[in-house]
């Protein structure tokens, strides 16, 4: 083990990075191109949730006080769209850069400049969408899932430009897919078989197919908006035949592998950290492979659970119920999984594993609320409330954005090399906790209580609850800046030197590496045993 | 062989079972049950499925709490080594799936009950636009629009909020209790969805296609609800108000108001005879201006550049007077400009014109009485 990383140590001295601003433009180089994907994402992340707070400040009493209408909707919808492509898609990507060649002890990423490519394109796509709100018109307000003729016919000037940005993440993400692909398939390590790899590496692996496959149904589907409203087509305007539905179908046919794609490296990540800091191996690891699949080929039969108020024939209702709730299954199997590892373990609570069983805990409940709205007949009550608000932010928020912050916690000290401060590091676990579910769970309640989602101005009877959720995301939004302060010093080397094994129960090649880990590891493969 | 840990975890979950449904049936935190068969099986579905919820996270998060308090490190725990179980996974995989097939049987008698609405006693169509409801009943000639009924001041917070602020309409829709209400949902624009929680009714209103849903209402009451689907600006603003009737009291209210159409038609005639005073249609023009026009081209009559045109000395509240009627007539089609020629009587109209052509300001000192209206209409 030492001596793979004495020798790795050694080649780094014959080329490191380029200096300045040079490095980070034309860097090749996986664990460069990770950090610019992290660092993106993060910014990106505090935008989005800039925009939430505008939001929660005007719910935060009934009646209209800081917004108008018009542009509420606008910070709804690039909200949700900054949040989905532009914070977790991309931080997933950016883990996928710094960790898969690492666990699978290959040198680099196998299409290094298509990788330089695909990141510094998302920096144009989230600047056309953000200019697009200073258009005469305002931004796209037509929701994140953007329902046509809401955003055909009817929609303002700046739809071209949201077209052309979501174009631009689609290609992006599209080639950090393919090259994952590659990557994972050809460059392993001699011995790093099929059923070695690392489930971070299986679930991206399955994620990368899942991009593949629906990216490009996103890009049909805005361009489509687009000629339906530059260009005289009809697909969805039914006086020339189309048919407004049929948007929905091509939408969610995307939307809901998308989903997935957005929580399945986060199991991978719980399932990393998870046997870490139990002392013991993963419990059913080949199982977790078949699940992930299963989710996965499953993700693509049940997109209509989206659509059940649409108008569907009673067939494909329940088609699309018995579906949803048979995905629920393999989900399952994932908890009682990581239960099952914890059991009689010897289980330490280090940062990283306070935030994956806040996951596991929080993500649970997020499944239990997507149980719920399985069952059509109850759905009919519960769509388009707040109550799928709460929902969708259980799976995303204490979902996907709690494993990215686990995952970074658990390889921040390999990245630089020393340990983060941990003081902060607790007090931003505690806060986000608090507030979190101070923001999420009450959504519940008025929900079910009949609270539309994304209207400016609700009844009284709402009043008290709200008041409590913007307090919430209020205190959720400040505590996610502890987070870029410890980032931040950590980068700067502030705080203790850490050795290889930074934690004393984690398995994989990483920490065979010294921390930091060098700028070229394993240009020649580690031997597996 | 329990231990003081087990026992406290069983207390745990016990006083949990008991607590929950108490702080559940709190009306303000959980669905209504509603007034209708289906609402009250909708609502006990929803309840069935959490606490199928609520025993499957006890079972998980009280065995996970417990390895989480016992198997900790610090306790010297020695970590065991056990990785696989053939059988656990196959147990855990098909335990779910059962309660799951359990699950699934009345979910699925209650919605093949809800997806037939034939054989309907009183059938209604609703149409959407924005931001306001259409209601026409079918086979008698009965038909009005709905819209909020809530002052801009109280939403400005100028005003104290009143009890149904943001859910009052000026006309409510009423529908007797006791028979089946069949309604076909459509739209004039974009996607709506109209939405009574306590009918457990939620179904949108697509253009271009008719939806079906039905309800059959137990007590008599008034029912309110929202839009439920993003439909533009004021999606917020377009409340249901749904009022359920005794039939015998429903009966004569269908021919009360076909009385008043009666009236009105009478009162049209009478105006295509004579000429309204400037200031009757002014004073007019500014409620109904209010009403339907300002939530696009805004009270002040500037618009919101880029998305709805302001009024003020515009090509056509400046050009022909024939123009500004056929636009507000017709509307204008591939535009959020709806036509109002149905919306509107011919005294609206003529007031809402006649407003716009000297309000904010422009004085044109034009008067567009209610047969120059009719005279367009009639051209067409
Ligand atoms: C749902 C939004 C909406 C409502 C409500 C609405 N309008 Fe419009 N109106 C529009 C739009 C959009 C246009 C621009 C159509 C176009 O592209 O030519 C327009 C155009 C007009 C014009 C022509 C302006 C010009 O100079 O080009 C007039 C006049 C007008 N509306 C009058 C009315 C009147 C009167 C009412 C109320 C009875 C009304 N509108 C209600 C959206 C609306
Ligand atoms: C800072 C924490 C956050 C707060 C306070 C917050 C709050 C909100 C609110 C108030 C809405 C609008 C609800 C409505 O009226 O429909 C919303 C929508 C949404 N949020 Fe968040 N959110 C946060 C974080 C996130 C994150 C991290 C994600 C993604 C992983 C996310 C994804 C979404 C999506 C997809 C929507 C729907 C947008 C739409 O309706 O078009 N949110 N959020
Ligand atoms: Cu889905
Ligand atoms: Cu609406």
Same mark, same amino acid.
């Given at each position: ?7 790795t ?7 490191g ?12 180089n ?10 993106f ?14 939001i ?5 009493q ?17 909200h ?7 914070a977790?898609?991309? !931080? ?9 060649p690492?666990?699978?002890g ?14 510094w ?6 600047t056309?969408?953000?200019?697009s709100l ?5 931004g796209p307000?037509f ?18 430009l ?7 993440m689609?290609?992006?993400?599209i080639?950090? !897919? ?6 994972i ?47 005289g087509?009809s ?15 091509i939408?969610?046919f995307?939307?809901h592998?998308e ?10 990540i719980?399932?990393t ?8 191996p993963?419990?059913g ?14 993700s693509?039969i049940?997109? !209509?659970?989206?659509m ?7 067939y ?16 399952g ?6 239960v ?16 994956s ?17 399985a069952?059509?007949p109850?759905?009919?009550q ?5 109550? #799928?608000?709460?929902h969708f ?9 709690f494993s ?11 990245w630089?090399?020393v ?14 906790l ?10 519940h309640?008025i ?13 009284i ?14 205190a ?8 870029? #302060?410890?980032?931040i010093?950590?980068?700067?080397k502030?705080?203790?030197? #850490?050795?290889?094994? #930074?934690?004393?129960?984690a398995?994989?090649l ?9 700028y ?10 | 062989?329990?231990s ?11 006083t ?8 559940a ?6 669905l ?14 929803h ?24 198997h900790r ?5 020695k ?5 696989e179980s ?8 098909i ?18 009950d809800?997806e ?11 149409t ?5 409801w ?10 009005f629009?709905?819209?909020?009924d809530?002052?801009?001041?109280q ?5 104290i ?18 028979r089946?209400v069949?309604?076909l ?15 457990a009714?939620?179904?949108d209103?697509n ?8 309800t ?7 029912y ?8 533009g600006?004021?999606h ?8 359920a009737v ?27 005879a ?6 009757e ?19 002040n009559?500037?618009?919101?550049p ?14 022909p ?8 007539l *017709?509307?204008? *089609? ?23 052509? *000297?309000?904010?300001?422009? *004085?044109?000192?034009?008067?567009v009485?209610?047969k120059?209206v009719?005279?367009?209409k009639?051209?067409?």
């Amino acid at each position: 083990m030492n001596s793979v990383a004495s020798t790795t140590t050694q080649d780094t001295d014959d080329h490191g990075p380029a200096k300045g601003i040079k490095r980070w433009l034309f860097t090749t180089n996986h664990k460069d191109i990770g950090t610019l994907y992290l660092w993106f994402a993060f910014i990106m992340f505090l935008t989005g949730g800039a925009m939430a707070m505008v939001i929660r400040a005007e719910l935060f009493q009934p009646g209209l006080q800081i917004v108008e209408p018009h542009f509420f909707n606008q910070m709804t919808t690039v909200h949700g769209l900054i949040m989905v492509f532009g914070a977790v898609m991309p !931080a997933f990507t950016g883990l996928a850069n710094w960790m898969i060649p690492i666990m699978i002890g290959a040198p680099d990423m196998a299409l290094p400049r298509m990788n330089n490519l695909s990141f510094w394109i998302l920096p144009f796509a989230f600047t056309i969408l953000l200019a697009s709100l200073f258009v005469e018109g305002g931004g796209p307000a037509f929701g994140w899932t953007f329902y046509a003729p809401l955003s055909t016919t009817y929609s303002g000037d700046s739809t071209a430009l949201f077209v052309f940005s979501v174009h631009i993440m689609g290609i992006s993400s599209i080639m950090g !897919a393919i090259n994952v692909i590659v990557t994972i398939c050809n460059m392993r390590a001699p011995g790093m078989t099929w059923m070695k790899m690392p489930l971070f590496v299986w679930t991206w692996l399955i994620t990368a197919f899942l991009l593949i496959a629906v990216m490009p149904v996103l890009a049909g589907a805005v361009t489509m908006v687009l000629t339906d409203k530059y260009f005289g087509t009809s697909f969805f305007d039914a006086a020339g035949g189309g048919d407004p539905v049929m948007f929905q179908h091509i939408f969610w046919f995307f939307g809901h592998p998308e989903v997935y794609i957005m929580i399945l490296p986060a199991f991978g990540i719980i399932s990393t950290i998870v046997p870490t800091f139990s002392r013991k191996p993963l419990f059913g690891y080949s199982s977790m492979v078949y699940a992930t699949a299963s989710i996965a080929l499953l993700s693509f039969i049940v997109w !209509a659970h989206h659509m059940f108020t649409t108008g569907m024939p009673v067939y494909a209702e329940l088609f699309f119920m018995y579906c949803t709730m048979l995905i629920s299954v393999p989900t399952g199997v994932k908890v009682f999984n990581w239960v099952a590892t914890m059991w009689r373990g010897a289980i330490s609570y280090e940062v990283p594993m306070m935030f994956s069983v806040a996951f596991i805990v929080l993500f649970t409940f997020g499944g239990f609320s997507g149980l719920m709205l399985a069952i059509t007949p109850v759905d009919f009550q519960y769509h388009d409330t707040y109550f #799928v608000v709460a929902h969708f932010h259980y799976v995303l928020v204490t979902g996907a954005i709690f494993s990215l912050i686990a995952a970074t916690y658990y390889w921040l000290p390999k990245w630089t090399g020393v340990m983060y401060d941990l003081v902060l590091a607790k007090w931003h676990f505690w806060c986000s906790l608090i507030s979190v579910n101070l923001l999420f769970f009450p959504m519940h309640f008025i929900g079910l209580a009949g609270m539309p989602r994304r209207i400016p101005d609700y009844s009284i009877q709402f009043a008290g609850w709200n008041q409590l959720i913007s307090i919430g995301g209020f205190a959720f939004g400040l505590s996610q800046l502890i987070f870029l #302060v410890l980032v931040i010093k950590a980068c700067r080397k502030r705080g203790a030197v #850490v050795n290889h094994q #930074v934690w004393d129960g984690a398995k994989g090649l990483e920490w065979q590496l010294p921390s930091p880990a060098p700028y070229h590891t394993f240009e020649k493969p580690p031997k597996i045993e | 062989m329990v231990s003081s840990a087990q026992r406290v975890l069983l207390l745990c979950l016990f006083t949990g079972i008991q607590v929950l449904p108490a702080a559940a049936s709190e009306s303000s935190i959980n669905l209504r049950k509603g007034v209708t068969d289906i609402s009250h099986q909708v609502y006990d579905l929803h309840m069935t499925i959490f606490y199928i919820c609520v025993v499957i996270a006890l079972l998980v998060f009280g065995v996970m709490l417990y390895a989480m308090v016992f198997h900790r490190k610090s306790r010297g725990a020695k970590p065991a080594n056990f990785h696989e179980s053939i059988k656990v996974e196959i147990a855990w995989t098909i335990v779910p799936f059962l309660i799951l097939i359990a699950m699934a049987v009345p979910a699925t008698s209650t919605l093949i009950d809800m997806e037939d609405a034939s054989q309907a006693d009183l059938t209604i169509r609703v149409t959407g636009s924005q931001w306001k409801w259409h209601y026409q009943y079918h086979g008698h000639g009965i038909e009005f629009y709905s819209l909020l009924d809530t002052p801009m001041e109280q939403i400005q917070n100028k005003w104290i909020k009143g009890d149904d602020y943001l859910l009052e309409v000026d006309k409510p829709l009423i529908i007797p209790t006791e028979r089946k209400v069949r309604f076909l949902m459509t739209s004039d624009d974009v996607i709506h969805s109209w939405w009574v929680p306590d009918f457990a009714v939620k179904k949108d209103a697509n253009p271009g296609f008719i939806n079906e849903a039905w309800t059959r209402v137990n007590e008599a009451g008034i029912y309110r609800g929202q839009c439920a689907e993003l439909c533009g600006k004021d999606h917020g603003f377009m409340p249901i108000v749904v009022k359920a009737v005794p039939p015998a009291e429903f009966d004569s209210w269908m021919l009360q108001q076909k009385e008043f159409i009666r009236q009105a038609k009478a009162e049209e005639q009478r105006l295509l005879a004579m000429s309204m005073s400037f200031d009757e249609l002014m004073a007019e023009g500014e409620k109904v201006y209010g009403a339907y026009c300002a939530a696009c081209h805004q009270p002040n009559g500037a618009g919101l550049p880029g998305v709805f045109p302001g009024l003020i000395n515009s090509v056509v509240t400046r050009g022909p007077v024939a123009d500004h009627i056929e636009i507000v007539l *017709n509307g204008k *089609n591939g535009t959020a400009m709806q036509a109002f020629a149905k919306q509107l009587t011919l005294k609206q109209l003529a007031a809402v014109i006649t407003y716009e052509r *000297n309000a904010w300001g422009m *004085n044109s000192g034009d008067i567009v009485q209610p047969k120059d209206v009719h005279l367009h209409k009639q051209g067409q």
